[in-house]
């Protein structure tokens, strides 16, 4: 007897990945897609965290329009002097 098909962790992670991506490419426009790529490359963590943002201003239906390229540089601003602000010293 076959089970029902259930999905893999593999399965449902590709699945959500589509839908976050699906999510963003609505959410953003191309210029502001493109930033949030080159800050991928440099710092995965800033990025993920200002796509994780946006998905959620999308989902909760706080967007009017799409996200340019200028709200998204005041995002990284805004996230950067935040952890900037956290100094160690060694004396």
């Known amino acids: 007897m ?3 098909s259930q999905k893999t962790p593999d399965k449902e992670s590709a699945d ?13 426009t ?4 493109e930033r949030i790529a080159n ?3 440099v710092k995965p963590e800033l ?9 959620q201003l999308a989902q909760s239906g706080k967007l009017s329009k799409a ?11 805004s996230l ?7 100094r160690i010293r060694r004396v």
Not at 30 to 33: G, K, P, V
Not at 80 to 86: S, V
């Open 2 to 4: 076959s089970q029902p």
């Open 16 to 28: 959500r990945k589509i839908v976050r991506e699906g999510i963003l490419r609505m959410a953003l």
């Open 30 to 33: 191309s210029e502001a897609r």
């Open 39 to 41: 800050v991928k490359m």
């Open 47 to 55: 990025a993920a965290s200002i796509e994780e943002y946006i998905i």
């Open 67 to 77: 996200v340019d390229d200028e709200q998204v540089k005041q995002m990284l601003l």
């Open 80 to 86: 950067q002097d935040r952890k900037r602000d956290i």
